[in-house]
């Protein structure tokens, strides 16, 4: 049984552009949330997909937006790379509240 | 706003040693989680305590939650170096799977 599944594992970037983090929920969940982990520092919440939509979202600007798929899937776009955006991020899948299971992340580096 | 605070941040203990982590949290919560991240590496969950006066124990870590004093402690006995990592405790308010992290205690156990 495949568990969370975050593509791709490492990314470099440059300031001002755009990037896609993709993330395969584990078997069976239908929520999706994603967190961002500078280094150093806990992971902060960034926003939550259910049903395709967003259900819940954390102290981040616009120019962070992501999706859900109707197979669950989800992905997080960020515009504008700033060098602050140089982070882990992670996410997180759950099914009907259940504790939330995390993938191995997405490396950004932002140059 | 929900705020967690964890201290120490940073542990050194000795092979063999008792130590407990602390985690505090500023508001009413339904979850309380502990997980543990090795460098590089995504979050592994330890524990999910739900009620006051829980206690969990696997291994050489026991958690408990007071959710009078809205305090949680992971207690660690006989420390071996295969517990170095960064932990992390998390709470979960209203059931939301929002998260709320600590900043994280690197714990690190020396021969």
């Known amino acids: 049984d495949a568990g969370v599944t975050q593509s791709p594992t490492h990314l470099i970037k440059t300031r001002g552009q755009q990037v896609t983090l993709r993330c395969s929920p584990k078997s069976g969940h239908d929520t999706v949330s994603w967190y961002q982990q500078a280094l150093g520092q806990g992971p902060q919440f960034i926003f939550q997909?259910?049903?395709?939509?967003?259900?819940q979202r954390g102290n981040f600007p616009d120019r962070f937006s992501g999706h859900q798929f109707p197979n669950y899937s989800s992905e997080l776009n960020v515009n504008a790379l700033l060098l602050g955006d140089s982070a882990l991020y992670l996410c997180?899948?759950?099914?009907?509240?259940?504790?939330?299971?995390f993938g191995d992340g997405t490396r950004l580096s932002i140059l | 706003e929900l705020k967690v605070e964890q201290n120490p941040l940073f542990l050194s203990m000795q092979e063999g040693k008792n130590y407990t982590i602390y985690c505090n949290y500023s508001?009413?919560?339904?979850?309380l989680y502990w997980y543990r991240q090795d460098p590089g590496k995504s979050l592994e969950s330890l524990f999910v305590l739900l009620s006051n006066g829980a206690v969990k124990q696997e291994g050489r870590l026991m958690a408990s939650l007071d959710t009078k004093a809205r305090l949680s402690t992971l207690h660690i006995t006989a420390a071996v170096h295969d517990l170095s990592a960064t932990y992390f405790c998390a709470v979960d308010r209203g059931g939301s799977e929002k998260l709320v992290f600590g900043k994280g205690t690197k714990l690190t156990v020396n021969p």
């Open positions: 997180a899948s759950s099914f009907s509240y259940q504790p939330q299971h």
């Open positions: 997909y259910y049903e395709e939509e967003e259900r």
């Open positions: 508001t009413t919560s339904d979850r």
